[in-house]
């Protein structure tokens, strides 16, 4: 029904910088809400960043100020640009994307393969 394909992750020095981003495609009507998730290894994943329809962003307080969402809508696809990067952001990052199918309406949640990011030194 909906794929998502993410891309962007890797390794890469404290302080520096990855941009991810991740293309949904399949029976799409409209796509409603995009986001960003982590999970590192013994941890729960975790809500990264957020964007609604219409813009509206909301971030997790540890990458406040250093991570950024955005969206093309005619691309159905988000991206999130990682500054400032710590040994603490490292973890596999999950995008996640509310879909309003084709020729059912319904809304289901899709979630991306994961990509990892490691930050080391």
């Known amino acids: 029904q909906v794929q998502l394909v993410e891309s962007g992750g890797g390794l890469v020095q404290p302080g520096g910088s990855l941009r991810l981003s991740c293309a949904a495609s399949g029976s799409i009507a409209m796509i409603n809400a995009m986001g960003w998730y982590r999970q590192a290894p013994g941890n729960q994943r975790e809500l990264v960043a957020r964007i609604s329809l219409d813009g509206r962003t909301n971030y997790a307080d540890s990458v406040k100020g250093r991570f950024t969402i955005s969206r093309d809508n005619g691309k159905n696809t988000v991206y999130l640009q990682m500054n400032s990067l710590k040994p603490e952001d490292t973890a596999v990052y999950y995008c996640?994307?509310?879909?309003?199918?084709?020729?059912?309406?319904?809304?289901?949640?899709?979630w991306g393969q994961g990509s990892q990011v490691t930050v080391t030194s």
């Open positions: 996640n994307v509310d879909v309003i199918l084709l020729f059912t309406a319904t809304q289901n949640t899709y």
